[in-house]
Each structure stands twice: as C-alpha cells, then as structure tokens.
Nanobody, 122 residues
Framework: QVQLVESGGGLVQAGGSLRLSCAAS????????MGWFRQAPGKEREFVAI????????YYAESVKGRFTISRDGAKNTVYLQMNSLKPEDTAVYYC???????????????WGQGTQVTVSS
C-alpha cells in the first residue's frame, strides 16, 4: 500500500505560480511512476504530467507543456509540480497518483491522493 498526501494548493492570480507537493508513504520501495491529474468543476479528470520512477523521464499534457514542471525527490519520497504562468482554466482539484504502469490514463495508477484545490483568478 502507498499513501499519497498532496499540499501546496491555494488561490493565485493569473500569471502567478504555485508548487504542489505529493508526499508518499508506505511501500515507497516499489518502482512506481508518479503522475498528476486534475479535475475542474463539471469536467472529467484529466492527465497533467508524469515522471518516471528514476525521475529522468517526464511527459506533459499539451495544455500545460512549457508552463508546468514535474520532478521527484527520491530521498524524500516526494513529487512536485511547479506551475508557472497560471491561467484561470488551470483551476481544478489536483490529484497525485502512483502506479506501476503510469501513463496518461487513470487505469495506469493504483494509488491516489485526496487532492488539493488550485484556484486561479483572472
């Protein structure tokens, strides 16, 4: 079992930045890929970014490419999502996920956090 706890969400003006963190505990010795997803009000949850277990491979949704950066600190069992140049359409609940398969689909993830709210005002 892996437990994931997100933090770092909040209210920010358009053009601003936030850094989300996802702390993992439990079976952190397993080689999981880590991903971030988000769900805006009235919309389906969507993929945002993924980082490999080793941290050397990343992949982003087109909507955030060039603005968001995903990274992980293995020593701290923590994954980060640095979000710059935020737009009102980035407003959503952001979820951290861990999975052996990873990828851009939810089915690739076995464990999910509770989510953290990000609100971008115009």
């Amino acid at each position: 079992q892996v437990q994931l706890v997100e933090s770092g969400g909040g209210l920010v003006q358009a053009g601003g930045s936030l850094r989300l963190s996802c702390a993992a505990s439990g079976r952190t010795d397993v080689h999981y890929a880590m991903g971030w997803f988000r769900q805006a009000p009235g919309k389906e949850r969507e993929f945002v970014a993924i980082v490999s277990w080793s941290g050397d491979m990343t992949y982003y949704a087109e909507s955030v490419k060039g603005r968001f950066t995903i990274s992980r600190d293995g020593a701290k069992n923590t994954v980060y999502l640095q979000m710059n140049s935020l737009k009102p359409e980035d407003t959503a609940v952001y979820y951290c996920a861990a999975g052996g398969a990873g990828g851009a689909l939810e089915e690739g993830y076995d464990y999910w956090g509770q989510g953290t709210q990000v609100t971008v005002s115009s």
